[in-house]
Structures are given as structure tokens and as C-alpha cells.
């Protein structure tokens, strides 16, 4: 079993930026794709972003293209997600979550089996 923390949130005005980090105890985090989720207030958990075991594939949603980049240093046992251009639509709190399974890039809250306990971003305006 994994333990995750995510750390790195705070609140910052529109247009700047943050840098979250997901840190594994327990286990490697090697072995797992790690995906970042985030949840608004009054709205359902949606997927971030999602980096491969190997950190050679990755995956964005829609509204954070270009202006999120997600990362992993395995010999750290950490993931990122650098965060740039912040809007308020991106307020919410922020989730790391481990998939054991890694033939491909899933985006399902269900498919994840390790969580951690979230960090608040809040972009004001």
C-alpha cells in the first residue's frame, strides 16, 4: 500500500502560479501511474492530468492545455504539477491519486486506488 500527500497549494491571484507535489511513502512510487484530480465546491471530482509509470506519456484535460505540466522524479518518489496562467475557474482542492494499472492513461476517479487528502487552491480574481 501507498501513502500519499500532496502539498505545494495555497492562494494566489489570477495569472500566477503554483507548483503542486504528490510524495509516496509506504511504497514506490515507480511502479504507478499518478493522476492529479481536483474538486470545486458543489461539483464532482474531475480528472487533471495524468503521467504514465514511466513518465513518458501523459495526459491533460482540456482546460489546463498548455498551461499545466505534469512530472515525476522516481528517484524522489514525487510527482508535480506545475501550474501557470491560474484562473478562478481553477480553485478547488487538489487531489494525487496512484493507478496500479499501467497499460494505459486512465481518467476515472474509479480507477485509482490510492489517494491523498488534498491541498486547496484558490485563484482569486
Known amino acids: 500500500q501507498v501513502q500519499l500527500v500532496e502539498s505545494g497549494g495555497g492562494l494566489v491571484q489570477a495569472g500566477g502560479s503554483l507548483r503542486l507535489s504528490c510524495t509516496a511513502s509506504?511504497?514506490?512510487?515507480?511502479?504507478?501511474?499518478i493522476g492529479w484530480f481536483r474538486q470545486a465546491p458543489g461539483k464532482e471530482r474531475e480528472v487533471v492530468s495524468v503521467?504514465?509509470?514511466?513518465?513518458?506519456?501523459?495526459y491533460y484535460t482540456g482546460s489546463v492545455k498548455g498551461r499545466y505540466t505534469i512530472s515525476r522524479d522516481n528517484a524522489k518518489n514525487t510527482v508535480y504539477l506545475q501550474m501557470n496562467s491560474l484562473k478562478p475557474e481553477d480553485t478547488a482542492v487538489y487531489y494525487c491519486?496512484?493507478?496500479?494499472?499501467?497499460?494505459?492513461?486512465?481518467?476515472?476517479?474509479?480507477?485509482?486506488?490510492?489517494w491523498g487528502q488534498g491541498t486547496q487552491v484558490t485563484v482569486s480574481s
Open positions: 491519486a496512484a493507478d496500479p494499472s499501467r497499460w494505459q492513461l486512465r481518467v476515472g476517479t474509479a480507477s485509482y486506488d490510492y
Open positions: 503521467i504514465a509509470w514511466s513518465g513518458d506519456g501523459t
Open positions: 509506504g511504497r514506490t512510487l515507480s511502479i504507478y501511474n
